[in-house]
């Protein structure tokens, strides 16, 4: 019944795409956030619902009247550099050349797709739906999880959606980290008075979620995150004791054995997980050390890697022979695509933010925008300050979502220009004199 149900919607969709190809760029964005095909446990679970969509897409792309050039700004420079140097020092990897093109080609396909997105998506309606629908695709897991996290009392693990980027319970809690200043952005936006206290009760439940994932990571990244979000939301003060209050009381709720974990983030060098991580990055240290420029390319967490740049003898002989994935955004980008591909990535952020604070002054003054725009430049900014903590702990330097957040601020860019555009236009209207019969 749920194989056919996805089955029967999913087509239906799909005809929407051939009406407006952004309803592709809608149907991608469920998909590889959600993963819904993987909710079902019968035919449609391997179903190659993705590249069904992603062909009708391009397909639509390429006739459609309603799109818009890639803007070719600073920001999307960055952007596009970054791929084009992770497929440069593909060329040069360690890894045996069947997996850097398996890696090569899923990073490809996510970042194809986006770039496709942020031409279709030009109008206001198209933003905010974009937003909403990668947000509740993601929110729908934390929903669950803060659930299970309730039902359970704490005492177990919560965990993403299988086959997905988010599978891990690490990866879902920076995940939902990341996400919660959109429902609250959401919340703000909603006219219906229940609507708002529905998603109040989802950043609840995701919050809860976050916490029930027991990643260390994710609470450290939820912390900052909190204190952002009280600053950065209409109402700080009443929104900062607001998540303050509502993080003591959910981390009280929680078990003494997640307290327990939690404590090891003060004494990390008993632990040998975190142990593990600081062997890993001086490993990735070591490669970017000895290949500046191009790094060691994808998939580093290899043996051959390993085997010429990890660190021998004294404290680190427990992990001899041990392979580990680079667990740091930072480290990740450094040991695969050496020091230039780190400074591509930290440039990118670093343009986003930049770009998005100028969006918050300007689209203040604009009627069409002022009432959301503003507030959802200030919510990106949170769920970057969330993603580069979290981030610091989790090999997520290709997930889409933070990919999305890079598009909203491009195309939040071009909409404020149009704007700004068709009002020094009917400036210049209003006062050219009419011309005599």
Same mark, same amino acid.
């Given at each position: 019944m749920r194989d056919l149900l996805l089955v029967t919607v999913t087509g239906l969709l799909l005809l929407g795409v051939f009406k407006n190809p952004v309803w592709g760029a809608y149907l991608w964005a469920w998909f590889s956030m959600m993963s819904p095909h993987r909710l079902a446990y019968g035919? @449609?679970?391997s179903l190659p619902f993705a590249q069904a969509i992603a062909a009708l897409t391009l397909v639509m792309w390429v006739v459609a009247?309603?799109? =818009?050039?890639? /803007?070719?700004?600073? %920001?999307?420079?960055? !952007?596009?550099s970054l791929f084009l140097w992770m497929t440069f020092t593909s060329f040069f990897a360690l890894n045996h050349p069947d997996l850097i093109i398996e890696r090569w080609v899923f990073v490809a396909k996510i970042?194809?797709?986006?770039?496709?997105?942020?031409?279709?998506?030009?109008? /206001?309606?198209?933003l905010k739906t974009l937003v909403i629908i990668v947000t509740l695709s993601v929110t729908f897991y934390g929903i669950k999880g803060g659930i299970f996290t309730v039902a359970k009392g704490g005492a177990e693990r919560v965990w993403g959606p299988t086959g997905s980027l988010l599978e891990g319970n690490n990866e879902l809690g920076v995940g939902l980290t990341m996400l919660v200043p959109y429902l609250y952005w959401m919340r703000h936006i909603a006219a219906n008075k229940w609507l708002k206290r529905v998603l109040m009760l989802c950043m609840v439940l995701?919050?809860?979620s976050i916490l029930g994932t027991q990643s260390r990571g994710a609470l450290l990244a939820i912390v900052v995150m909190a204190a952002f979000l009280g600053l950065k939301s209409d109402k700080p003060v009443r929104m900062s004791m607001l998540m303050v209050v509502g993080l003591l009381v959910a981390i009280a709720f929680m078990p003494e054995s997640w307290s327990q =974990?939690? $404590?090891?983030?003060?004494?990390?060098?008993? $632990?040998?997980s975190a142990m593990s991580r600081i062997w890993t990055w001086t490993t990735l240290w070591n490669a970017a050390v000895d290949r500046p420029f191009v790094? @060691?390319?994808? =998939? @580093?967490?290899?043996?051959?890697?390993?085997? %010429?740049?990890? /660190?021998?003898?004294?404290? !680190?002989q427990i992990f001899d022979g041990v392979i580990f994935v680079a667990h740091s955004i930072y480290f990740q980008m450094l040991g695969e695509h050496g020091f230039v591909g780190l400074g591509l990535f930290l440039g990118m952020w670093t343009a986003v933010w930049l770009k998005a604070r100028s969006l918050i002054k300007i689209s203040k003054e604009l009627p069409e925008l002022g009432q959301w725009l503003p507030l959802l430049m200030r919510m990106t900014h949170v769920s970057i300050i969330g993603y580069l903590v979290g981030g610091a702990f989790l090999s997520l330097a290709y997930l889409d979502l933070v990919y999305y957040m890079v598009g909203y601020v491009i195309i939040a860019d071009r909409l404020v220009k149009d704007a700004l555009t068709r009002q020094a236009t009917s400036v210049v209207a209003g006062m050219t004199p009419a011309m005599p019969p």
């Amino acid at each position: 019944m749920r194989d056919l149900l996805l089955v029967t919607v999913t087509g239906l969709l799909l005809l929407g795409v051939f009406k407006n190809p952004v309803w592709g760029a809608y149907l991608w964005a469920w998909f590889s956030m959600m993963s819904p095909h993987r909710l079902a446990y019968g035919f @449609a679970h391997s179903l190659p619902f993705a590249q069904a969509i992603a062909a009708l897409t391009l397909v639509m792309w390429v006739v459609a009247k309603q799109k =818009r050039a890639l /803007p070719l700004t600073p %920001l999307t420079v960055l !952007w596009v550099s970054l791929f084009l140097w992770m497929t440069f020092t593909s060329f040069f990897a360690l890894n045996h050349p069947d997996l850097i093109i398996e890696r090569w080609v899923f990073v490809a396909k996510i970042q194809l797709m986006l770039l496709i997105t942020l031409m279709l998506v030009v109008e /206001p309606k198209h933003l905010k739906t974009l937003v909403i629908i990668v947000t509740l695709s993601v929110t729908f897991y934390g929903i669950k999880g803060g659930i299970f996290t309730v039902a359970k009392g704490g005492a177990e693990r919560v965990w993403g959606p299988t086959g997905s980027l988010l599978e891990g319970n690490n990866e879902l809690g920076v995940g939902l980290t990341m996400l919660v200043p959109y429902l609250y952005w959401m919340r703000h936006i909603a006219a219906n008075k229940w609507l708002k206290r529905v998603l109040m009760l989802c950043m609840v439940l995701c919050m809860l979620s976050i916490l029930g994932t027991q990643s260390r990571g994710a609470l450290l990244a939820i912390v900052v995150m909190a204190a952002f979000l009280g600053l950065k939301s209409d109402k700080p003060v009443r929104m900062s004791m607001l998540m303050v209050v509502g993080l003591l009381v959910a981390i009280a709720f929680m078990p003494e054995s997640w307290s327990q =974990r939690m $404590d090891t983030i003060g004494t990390y060098k008993e $632990d040998s997980s975190a142990m593990s991580r600081i062997w890993t990055w001086t490993t990735l240290w070591n490669a970017a050390v000895d290949r500046p420029f191009v790094g @060691a390319g994808f =998939r @580093a967490d290899s043996r051959v890697v390993f085997g %010429l740049y990890a /660190p021998r003898g004294g404290e !680190w002989q427990i992990f001899d022979g041990v392979i580990f994935v680079a667990h740091s955004i930072y480290f990740q980008m450094l040991g695969e695509h050496g020091f230039v591909g780190l400074g591509l990535f930290l440039g990118m952020w670093t343009a986003v933010w930049l770009k998005a604070r100028s969006l918050i002054k300007i689209s203040k003054e604009l009627p069409e925008l002022g009432q959301w725009l503003p507030l959802l430049m200030r919510m990106t900014h949170v769920s970057i300050i969330g993603y580069l903590v979290g981030g610091a702990f989790l090999s997520l330097a290709y997930l889409d979502l933070v990919y999305y957040m890079v598009g909203y601020v491009i195309i939040a860019d071009r909409l404020v220009k149009d704007a700004l555009t068709r009002q020094a236009t009917s400036v210049v209207a209003g006062m050219t004199p009419a011309m005599p019969p």
